[in-house]
């Protein structure tokens, strides 16, 4: 099978075109970057932390646990990355000292980027602003949790809570039991900014939200399609995965407008004589469509699956519904459409249809690239109909694979902290109330915004994340959380969203344990639905007033509720949580002995490895899936006379190199060879057809505002497509959602860039 020459050269190519950048991802930088920081006087407390029995705090991949920090699920050492380590690193610096609050007002602190807010160390004594104050000052515990008791009595309707998955399901559990229980149903999480497309979509088509592989399943796969991920960065263990399907002569197609060096080629640490130095090649088919036009891909990657004869007609006969109208749509379109949608050649299309159709089994893993788009829901369709048509789904080696984001984040959606609760769990917690539990929709993280924006919101608790930092239109974040009247931020470090995201009355900025520092085990879920149990630790902050989510949320409860429906305080001991969790959760029954054997274990009913779904009519669903129309404004209706030097473009946001979602480790990004944040990457042939120069200045305007000043990168981007850094991007776009799950298309936002 012929796969596309130019990958083999590729990465020297992007080396030779753009000669500041490393030929590879990965490699000694990671190395180097190890030794720094575990020989550094750091080093012991990290070393410890490594070897606490704790999961990952970085990403859903999900290494750590019992069997010591080194080990996937699969009981594979060497499986830490770097990534980790930049994670702890951050967790046990020295407290904020308490200078900073005291001496530094509200103006001064709103002047820190990210990465200065983060190195202020970690929180360690609650503190409060006051509506009128200049200053944060600490706050006694008496006094907050008086505060939070009068907040949430207010009408259910009228308060809400965000959260972010680094906390543990216990905590997540206990936090959507608080709400319901007082009537609300208002549960916005980070997902709705991230994988709800791929939650809404797969449950429809397979009955379950969740990926239906598993690690041990991913291993046996032959072909890999990866698309709109950057594993290399933000889930660097899967990495592993791909440089053994190709050392086994399997394929992996990667499909993304950037060429991210590390999907050319890898040099991980897990294989040091054959890969560290050398480096192991990624993708043997690199396609760059243009941004947002997946969905025009996938559906060409089907119709040329139908004229090469390689649909499983048998396969969808049995066990699928709705393929005919998914065929017939395949079909109807021309391959003008298609490819001048996608900007990907037939030919092309058509080599990454002969592997995907030759492969004996196929795993179809997919990210942001995918799912922060207007038709988010449509694209991950597209994916799971293109898996369904060549039997690619309901067999070891095959599925589907959404490539989770935070360490914990699906385990938050699983205890049910999301407006769209599961059916099982809204009767399981009837019966636990002993009524009917039939709630308004609720907000989810953008409906909350705006409700906050109207007005119609009165207190908020966080727990942990940004959702200042995390949401588009920096402006809009900051008026609506500012018409809230209490804010209760739980978090282990400050950050943007503490000195930008403050409310109208009262903003509480509670310092929390970490995963490794709870007083009680908790236990976490990574994206290949395993659980996994973290140990009881200490924290270095001794002298510290540090609160685990768990007894705060009890405490919390108890005050609000008494002991309805459940002893709170009781709950205080993890273990009740989780005998609750075992009787509510679908799938976690297995946690109800986890304390007793310490056996971290896989979701009941999550991984498909026979042809029967879990849908009613055990058959997989099928959706057809819309060409998008991908159009973008003109100067003119940016404002920008004709005459300006100017160039309208696609723009993806994203993550540098070294940053943690809205925290920023470290400003550049060498793999792309941008220098520091306020970079744009741009397409050479694009900036030099309108007269731009690398490391020009330009100004970027979207529909929000603009940042001026940023400095011109040449990279390879796909012509008319720019990459920029969220956080600091997030002020110049409000962006588009997918009015199916509420996720803004961060990769697909219009911009203006002009001197
Ligand atoms: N180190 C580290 N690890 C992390 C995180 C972190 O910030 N740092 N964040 C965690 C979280 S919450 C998440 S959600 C994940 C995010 O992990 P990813 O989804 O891998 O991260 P992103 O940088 O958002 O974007 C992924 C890729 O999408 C591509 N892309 C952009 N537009 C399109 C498009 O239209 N089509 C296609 N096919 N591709 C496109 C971009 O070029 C980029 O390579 O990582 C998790 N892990
Ligand atoms: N433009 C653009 N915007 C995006 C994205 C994008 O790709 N482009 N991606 C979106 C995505 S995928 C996501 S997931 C969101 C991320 O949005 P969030 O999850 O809201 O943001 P984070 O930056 O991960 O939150 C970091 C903070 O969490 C707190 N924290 C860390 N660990 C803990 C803990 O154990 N407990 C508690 N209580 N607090 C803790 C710390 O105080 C830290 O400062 O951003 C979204 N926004
Ligand atoms: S791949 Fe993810 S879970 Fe595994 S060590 Fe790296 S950051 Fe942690
Ligand atoms: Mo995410």
């Known amino acids: 099978m012929d796969t596309q020459p130019s990958i083999q050269s590729a990465a020297h190519e992007l080396n030779e075109t753009h000669g500041n950048t490393p030929e590879m991802g990965g490699g000694l930088p990671v190395i180097e970057y190890w030794a720094r920081h575990t020989l550094s006087p750091e080093g012991p407390k990290l070393w410890k932390t490594l070897f606490h029995k704790s999961a990952c705090l970085s990403c859903a991949w999900g290494t750590g646990g019992q069997k010591g920090g080194f080990t996937n699920e699969d009981g594979e050492v060497l499986q830490r990355c770097m990534k980790s380590v930049e994670a702890i690193s951050a967790e046990i610096q020295p407290p904020v000292p308490t200078q900073v609050f005291a001496d530094r007002s509200i103006a001064e602190l709103q002047q820190l980027s990210s990465l200065e807010a983060d190195r202020l160390g970690r929180l360690s004594f609650p503190v409060i602003l006051r509506a009128g104050q200049s200053h944060y000052e600490r706050i006694s515990w008496d006094e907050i949790y008086a505060i939070a008791t009068a907040a949430f009595h207010k009408p259910p309707e009228r308060i809400a809570s965000y959260s972010s998955g680094r906390g543990s399901n216990e905590a997540a559990f206990l936090l959507q039991l608080l709400l319901r229980t007082l009537g609300s149903n208002n549960l916005a999480d980070c997902s709705d900014l991230c994988h709800a497309p791929s939650t809404v979509g797969l449950k429809q088509m397979f009955g379950t939200g969740t990926s239906i592989v598993s690690l041990e399943s991913l291993k046996q796969a032959d072909c890999v399609v990866l698309a709109g991920s950057n594993a290399a960065y933000n889930h660097p263990r899967l990495m592993n995965e791909l440089i053994k399907l190709r050392e086994h002569g399997g394929h992996v197609i990667v499909i993304n407008p950037v060429q991210e060096i590390g999907l050319i080629k890898f040099a991980s640490p897990a294989f040091p004589a054959k890969s560290l130095l050398a480096g192991s090649e990624i993708a043997s088919l690199y396609l760059q469509p243009i941004p947002g036009s997946d969905v025009a891909l996938f559906v060409g990657i089907q119709k040329a699956l139908i004229e090469q004869g390689q649909v499983r007609q048998d396969f969808l006969e049995a066990h699928t519904e709705g393929w005919e109208a998914v065929l017939e749509q395949a079909r109807s379109h021309s391959w003008e459409a298609i490819t001048a949608t996608c900007g990907i050649s037939q030919a092309e299309i058509e080599t ?35 898996a369904l048509i060549t039997g690619n789904a309901g067999r070891m080696g095959t599925g589907v694979m959404p490539v989770r984001g935070h360490s914990n984040v699906q385990g938050f959606g699983s205890m049910g902290v999301t407006v769209r609760l599961r059916q099982e769990i ?78 109208k009355t009262n903003t509480i900025i509670i310092p929390v344990l970490n995963r490794f520092e709870n007083p009680h085990k908790t236990t976490v879920e990574s994206g290949n639905n395993f659980v996994r149990l973290n140990d009881e630790g200490q924290t270095h902050l001794k002298q510290g007033e540090l609160i685990s989510e768990v007894e705060f949320l009890t405490e919390l409860a108890y005050r609000l509720l008494g002991d309805y429906p459940v002893d ?31 056996e971290e274990f896989t979701i009941s009913g999550r991984i498909i490895t026979e042809p029967q779904f879990k849908t009613p009519s055990g058959k997989a669903m099928m959706f057809t899936t819309p ?41 550049g990004d060498k793999y792309r060879g941008m220098p520091h944040r306020h970079c744009i990457l741009l397409n050479r042939t694009d900036a030099e057809k309108v007269g731009f120069q690398e490391h020009d200045r330009v100004t970027v305007q979207g529909d929000a505002g603009k940042l001026e000043h940023v400095e011109i990168i040449y990279g390879a981007v796909r012509s008319g497509s720019a990459l920029m850094f969220y956080p600091e991007v997030n002020v110049i776009f409000k962006a588009k959602a997918d009015p199916r799950c509420g996720t803004p298309a961060y990769k697909r936002v219009p911009i203006v860039v002009y001197s």
């Open 352 to 386: 990454a249809a002969r592997i995907i159709g030759q492969s004996q089994r196929v795993v179809f893993a997919w990210a942001m690239g995918i799912t922060q788009q207007a038709n988010g829901v449509d694209n991950v369709y597209s994916i799971a109909n293109t």
């Open 568 to 598: 709170w305080r009781k709950l205080q001991d993890t273990r009740y949580v989780r005998q609750l969790i075992a009787k509510t959760i679908p799938g976690y029954e297995k946690i109800a002995t986890i304390d007793d054997t310490q």
């Open 627 to 667: 060409l998008p129309i991908l159009t973008l404004p003109s100067p003119q209706e940016f404002g920008i006379p004709a005459s300006a030097t100017s160039l309208v473009l696609a723009l993806m946001t994203g993550r540098s190199y070294s940053q943690h979602n809205t925290v920023v480790y470290k400003i």
């Open 426 to 503: 809204k009767q399981a917690l009837e019966q636990l109330l002993g009524r009917s539990l039939n709630l308004p929709k609720g907000y989810h993280t953008r409906d909350l915004i705006e409700a906050a924006e109207a007005g119609k919101v009165d207190s908020l608790i966080c727990v942990g994340g940004n959702l200042y930092g995390a949401n588009p239109d920096s402006e809009q974040a900051k008026r609506a959380l500012g018409n809230i009247d209490t804010i209760v931020y739980l978090s282990t470090k400050p950050n943007t969203g503490h000195f930008h995201g403050l409310a």
